[in-house]
Structure formats: structure tokens, C-alpha cells
């Protein structure tokens, strides 16, 4: 179903920084804590010098937090970071180069709820400067070259639609036939993107099955999750790596907490769906903070013969 | 004709028309009284045909969940000529949620994977209604292994609300289960046909659903979320279900027409639930037909196709 594009939306990145601050009130860790009274409380101060950390609530110097990769100094709580940040972050300098950026969302449902699903696509578009939720490519990590697709969580909660799957199909085929190293950070909250309707829930088949036939090729996947994988994304490619990392007390599972608890209406247990909650059961190899990020994915493509 | 005892809304003129005939059957008839059954027996065709002809998606919803409606168990005795239910994942426990067994169906013996939602009370609550738990996809996955290593067609049949949302089912790797499942089937070396039965709920039925042909009854939905959690999300209240189940677009002939399932499987008149013989004869015709197609390729090519196939789902513009 590829149609040609027609109008060119306006690609205006913002600053990168905390002005995009996902909203990570789900997180286990936010029931905890003080509470500012009244209104929400502000996540960040948008422009200033000064941050509120979602983890401890102490408040850091900006640049401070920005040196450790949005980290908390305090008490190591990983913050929100976009997926040009993580690229960043992970890639050796100028190294890092798109694949399929001229993939576009559309509206197949005509779906809309209170807002039209074509009209939230662009104004998501403008907010985060991403053409969709996922952004893949190829780039060196200490000088390993390897196949990369990230998910941002903040376009319309990281959630995988039809470009979020076909983005990482095509890594996916791409890294296969050129014997890459496969890396895919997940910063999905949203699993299955619902305005895509069901053609969203095929790209966890799509992309399920595209890993099969890499990992049949021999080729090494390494999934990190992060704040938050949830959903129709951890139950497909986040959970189908050769290596799970994740990083520290981020919510990572298949249902959400609120969906759980008014299923079962029993308090959830503290801790409940966090990285170490995971890790306890088994189903992660290891936790690695974001500073360790980068070197540890180079070990672990050094120990599989990369 | 079938009669439940659970009528929904939609059914009561179909009902009432029934009990009406039923009255004047009750007496003997005189020429003019049979004349009048005959022509009262039309109408209620017609408006059976005229009710479910014209459901809206919420009804649809209504229909696939009806409480009468033909289930997995149903399908194994009117369908199947022996079923030799396995049980167990090897690992954690035997979840009833999920059927799991050897069957025959025209002289091809086949591997039957299905959800169950029991019937009596206790067999709902003890299938959590049709919502699996990891334990359960892990059984699937253990006799797919098996079908494929004695060559045994998989046939799925799908009807679930969702897999369940639970602090055990999270525990044991829910969102890891249902990935694997899916990594599974998508090379597995013998054909599988999946059905969708009833509901097709999310990542739940997804698990147990890629396949070389998948078929959708008239009256099921399959959908990436079921319409109250998406009115809770998007409408933030479950009572848009009605809205959300409508935007989503997951009937059969959407279905289709997203090129998601192969085809769509005609109900009885009135719904599946009038008349589970009829229905499982439909899809007994379904399942020898795609069986007999399906097994006379080579595997390779099957699998290749069957990569293909969902390769190709999805709708995106490119520059």
C-alpha cells in the first residue's frame, strides 16, 4: 500500500535538550516520593539552569545532568532522551547515517478519536522533529560498525505503527544481507499504535519475523530497553534480542500497570515492572547504566565474533 | 434450530418473532394457520438477515463475544474426527486457556492450537475467560515444535479477549512468550492456518497468528486493542467503546480489505451461535481446502510466502 507523498511536512527540530521531557508518570518510581500539591508538577525547567529530577525530586544543575547523558548525579535516575540524543550519545562522532527517512506516516483508518489521527501525525511531527517514532541507520560504535534503530518515546508514545515496522524491517533485512550487528533501543510506551488499527499489531509479526530470519543468518541482536517498553513493543522485537540489556528501574512489560491493576484490583507489588523486577525474573541479561551504555555494546559484540 | 438461553438486544425482534410462530405451533394447524407460520417464517429470515446483515461494530463485538457462540472445544468435536488433547509447557504449569493437541481432519493429521473460554463458570474462571498466560504460549510453542519435527500441519483457532494482564503473567514473561511466539511460527517448517474464531484480541491472538492463511468468521473481530482499553486511552472513558470499536476498523471486511487476513468465512444466519453445526461445516470446508493447497508446496516456498506475506502489511507513504 505505498502511495506517493504529496505534502512535505515541516521538519523544524527543537532543542534537543528537556524541552521534549517525556512524560514518565507511569513510572513505578513517580508513585513514590513527595508530591508536589495542587497542578502537576512541572518535569524540568524547560529553560533554565536548574532541573527537578523525576527519580529523587532534588534539584540538579543543568549542565551537570547533561554531562552524565541525562542521568540524575543524585540518584542515577535515567531520565528521558530523544532518539537524536541517544545517537549521539552511543555513536562515534559523524558517524551515524539514516536509513529510509523518506518513509511517512498516513492515516489508513481515517481514524480519529478527539483529535484526527492525520492532523496529531503532524502536529507530533513539528513538537519533535521526527518524522515517526523510530529512527534507524548505521554507524561506528567504538569502531564497530553496526545496524541501529532507536524509538523515541515521545511521538505519540514511541508506539509502533506502519513506519515504525517497516523502519526496522528493512534495518533488519539491510543488516542481514551486510552481516551487521543489530542494536535496537526501545523507548516505547505505547506498544501497538492503536490509530494505525491492526496493521500496527501485523508490524509485531513483520518485524518478529524479519529477526528470525536474521538470527537463521547468524547475525547478532542485542535489544536494550528503556523508560518505557511496554506493550506491543516488548512483546515483539524488544524482547527478541540475543542479549537483552536494559537500563536502570526503567518500566518494562506487556500489560500496563493501571490495565493490571483493574483487572486483578490488588495493589502491585513496589518495584513491579522495572528493569531489576525483570532482571530478578530472569528475563534480562543485564542491567547497564547509560554512561556504560556504549562500551558494553562493544564488549558484547566482541564476545559474538563481530 | 439452536436456541440459547442468552439473547442479546440486537436478537430480541428475531426472538420475539420466534416465540410467536412457537405459539401458534403450539396448537394444531389449520390451512390457513400453516400459511401463516410459512409466511411468518420468511419475515424472521429476512430479519435476520436484515439484523445481522446491518451490525454495527459494536454489535459485531456483542456477536463475538455472545455466550453462546461456538468456541474451540465445540470446533474440536464438530470439526475434527479425533482430538488427543497434550498438555503442559514442561516448564511451569498446564494452562487451560490454551488447547493444545493432535487431531484429524481428511485424512491429514494436524496439530490443533486453540484458545479456550470455557463454558460453565468454573471452566471460565479457570481459562481467565480465554486470556492466556505465558505458560500457555509456551505449550503452544512446545507442540508447534513438535508438529514441525513430525511434519504435522498447525492449525490455529484464535478467540481471546487478550492474553492476560497479571502480576503472575508479567512475572513469567508475558511480552517474551508472545515475541517468541511469533519469532516461532514465522519459519516454522509446516503450514499453519490460522482462524479467527471469536475475538481477536491484541497481542494475545497475534501469538498464536501468523500463519500461511489466515481466515476471520463474519461476525469475529481481531483488533490491537479491544475497544474499551482503546476508548479508556483515547476517549478516557471505556464508555466511548462503542466510538473506539467503530475507528478501529476490525471487522472481517476491513480486515480484508487492509489485506491483513485471506479471507472471510460466511456465518450462519443470525450468527454462528444459531447454528454451530453449519458453522463448524464452513469452516471444516475452509480447513480441508487451504490444507489440501497449503501441503502440496514445498516448505521452503511456504515459508518464503509466508515471510512475504506479512512483509507486506502495513500502509506508509515514501518519498
Known sequence: MKQKQSTQTDHKPESESFRNQHDSSQHPSMTEGPRMPGPRPKRGVPEGLWLKCNGCRSTIYRKEAEEMLNVCPQCGFHWYVSAKQRIEQLFDPGTFEE?????????????????????????????????????????????????????????????????????????????????????????????ARMHEGILSLMQMAKVSAALARYSESGGLFISVLTNPTMGGVAASFASLGDLVFAEPRALIGFAGPRTIKATIRVELPAGFQTSEFLLEHGFIDRIISRQNLKSEIARAIDYCGG | MARGLHRLPLEKPIYELEDKIADLETAPLGQQAQEEVQQLRRECADLQKQIFGNLDPWQTVEVARHPNRPKTSDYLSLVFDEFVELHGDKAFGDDPAMLTGFAKIDRHKVLVVGHQKGKTLA????????????????????????????????????????????IGAEERGQAQVIAESMFLMAS????????????GGSGGALGIGVGDRVAVLEHAYYSVISPEGCAGILWKSAEFKADAARALRMRAWDLKEFGVIDKVIDEPRGGAHRDPRLMAARLKTFLERTLKDLVSLPIEKLVENRYDKFRRMGAFLED
Open chain 2, 123 to 166: 471452566e471460565k474462571q479457570a481459562c481467565h475467560f480465554g486470556c492466556a498466560h505465558p505458560e500457555g504460549y509456551r505449550k503452544a510453542m512446545g507442540k508447534m515444535r513438535l508438529a514441525a519435527k513430525y511434519g504435522l500441519p498447525v492449525i490455529c483457532l484464535i478467540d481471546t479477549p487478550g492474553a492476560y494482564p497479571g
Open chain 1, 99 to 191: 536509513w529510509d527517512g523518506g518513509l511517512l506516516p498516513t492515516d489508513p483508518l481515517t481514524f480519529s478519536d478527539k483529535k484526527p489521527y492525520a492532523k496529531r501525525i503532524v502536529s507530533e511531527q513539528k513538537r519533535t522533529g521526527l518524522s515517526d517514532a523510530a529512527l534507524t541507520g548505521t554507524g561506528m560504535i567504538r569502531a564497530r560498525r553496526v545496524a541501529c534503530g532507536v524509538t523515541d518515546s515521545s511521538f505519540i508514545m514511541g508506539s509502533m505503527g506502519s513506519v515504525v515496522g517497516e523502519r526496522l524491517a528493512r534495518l533488519i533485512e539491510r543488516a542481514t544481507t551486510e552481516s551487521l550487528p543489530l542494536i535496537i533501543i526501545s523507548a516505547s510506551g505505547g506498544g
Open chain 2, 188 to 199: 516454522l517448517k509446516v503450514p499453519i492456518i490460522c482462524v479467527v474464531i471469536g475475538e
